[in-house]
Structures are given as structure tokens and as C-alpha cells.
């Protein structure tokens, strides 16, 4: 099992609609986890940080986290095609001195017009 | 706040040269950066973590003596691609934690290196 899992994907969404995109993790002691979004050649923006169980909202994004399921998402209202991302989930292993992160394999996102 | 750059951008050198790539955190004190890698529809991979003037942990099959990595201050880390070959051409990125405590890795725009 893969510590961080996401549906690759293609998510096809039509423009204005709201996407929702999934992640579940399998280490029961994480605390911090993250939205990134990557665009095509380019590298991973932050879109939110959650760290409570519930939802946090954000301009048109919500988080939503769930330890009991190990379950976090991203929904992403009035969807737009600049949208049109790889999504990366990304779930922080805390490990002697420091911390990193395990990315997902990210979901890619496709707006369409 | 939380602005990492990366310098160079994209560089292009010849088998058996070496390159360094330099990452800045601009507006925020470092506690430590990280680098990944990534090839083309592939997820980031970590290579290495290292704090201000720390040697740096390096991930389990990532050579040390090929990417060196120099942490000299808070605000900089640079890594160094020794004697590259065309296999080592990827996009490298890095990131940085420390702003207001968190644990947030911020990610600079990384750093497409292509060795001929």
C-alpha cells in the first residue's frame, strides 16, 4: 500500500462546476497534510494546508480532513479552465530531526471550456 | 511572504561537467531546504534534506558523492551536480520550511538541467 494515495486521473470537469479531488494516506500519526497544484513544466504551488479534522476554506478551494478515515480533499468551486492542473497531495512523515513530505502521484485536472 | 528562487533556471552542459544550482529563500529564515527531482510524468522524488549548516540527509539510493550539497546559510543551499551524464537531465527543484514556524514547504521554480 502506498503511504499516499490519489486517482491519476483525468478529472474532466465542465467549466463553473465544482471539482472534487481524493487522497488517503495510511500513517495514522500524520498530522500536517497539503494541496499542491503543478502545471505542466513548471514546479508545485501550495494551494492550502490543513492540520484539523474538518473543512478550511480558502477563496474558491476547500480542504476537507478526515484521520479517522485517513481521507483529505480538495473541491474546488466554479471550476475555470486555468485550473486545468496536476494536483499533488502531499502528507508530512515526521522522522528524527526533521520532517518531509510523501507526495501522491497527483490527480490531473482538465477543465473544460 | 515564502518566496524560493532558484538560479539557474534551465542549463544545458556537456557529459562530465559540473553544475551548481543554488536555492534562496527570499523573504523568510530557512530551518532547511529540501531538493527533489522529477522526471517527465513522474512524481517528485526527494533526494536530500539539509539544515543550515548540517550536513545533508541524503534519501536511500541518491549518491552523495554526485550531488553535493552545501547548506552555508539560512537563507541558501546550493546543490552540485558532479561529472553529469545525460541520465541526470531532469527538472530539479528545492523548497524550504521555516516561515512563521510551519512546517510548510514552500517550493521554488525549479531548475531544468539537460546534459548533452
Known amino acids: 500500500q502506498k503511504e499516499v494515495e490519489q486517482n491519476s486521473g483525468p478529472l474532466s470537469v465542465p467549466e463553473g462546476a465544482i471539482a472534487s479531488l481524493n487522497c488517503t494516506y495510511s500513517?495514522?500519526?500524520?498530522?500536517?497534510f497539503f494541496w499542491y497544484r503543478q502545471y505542466s513544466g513548471k514546479s508545485p504551488e501550495l494551494i492550502m494546508s490543513?492540520?484539523?479534522?474538518g473543512d478550511k476554506e480558502d477563496g474558491r478551494f476547500t480542504a476537507q480532513l478526515n484521520k479517522a478515515s485517513q481521507y483529505v480533499s480538495l473541491l474546488i468551486r466554479d471550476s475555470q479552465p486555468s485550473d486545468s492542473a496536476t494536483y499533488l497531495c502531499?502528507?508530512?512523515?515526521?522522522?528524527?530531526?526533521?520532517?518531509?513530505?510523501?507526495f501522491g502521484t497527483g490527480t490531473l485536472l482538465a477543465v473544460q471550456p | 511572504g515564502a518566496v524560493v528562487s532558484q538560479h539557474p533556471s534551465r542549463v544545458i552542459c556537456k557529459s562530465g561537467t559540473s553544475v551548481k544550482i543554488e536555492c534562496r529563500s527570499l523573504?523568510?529564515?530557512?530551518?532547511?531546504m529540501f531538493w527533489y527531482r522529477q522526471f517527465p510524468k513522474q512524481s517528485l522524488m526527494l533526494m536530500a534534506t539539509?539544515?543550515?549548516?548540517?550536513?545533508?540527509?541524503?534519501e536511500q539510493g541518491v549518491e552523495k558523492d554526485k550531488f553535493l550539497i552545501n547548506h552555508a546559510s539560512l537563507t541558501l543551499s546550493t546543490l552540485t551536480v558532479t561529472s553529469a551524464h545525460p541520465e541526470d537531465s531532469s527538472f530539479y527543484i528545492c523548497?524550504?520550511?521555516?516561515?512563521?514556524?510551519?512546517?510548510?514547504?514552500?517550493f521554488g521554480p525549479g531548475t531544468r538541467l539537460t546534459v548533452l
Open positions: 502531499a502528507v508530512n512523515r515526521y522522522g528524527g530531526a526533521t520532517n518531509k513530505l510523501i
Open positions: 523548497s524550504a520550511t521555516g516561515l512563521q514556524g510551519t512546517d510548510t514547504q514552500y
Open positions: 490543513i492540520y484539523s479534522n
Open positions: 539539509s539544515n543550515e549548516g548540517s550536513k545533508a540527509t541524503y
Open positions: 523573504d523568510f529564515q530557512a530551518t532547511t
Open positions: 500513517d495514522r500519526v500524520s498530522q500536517s
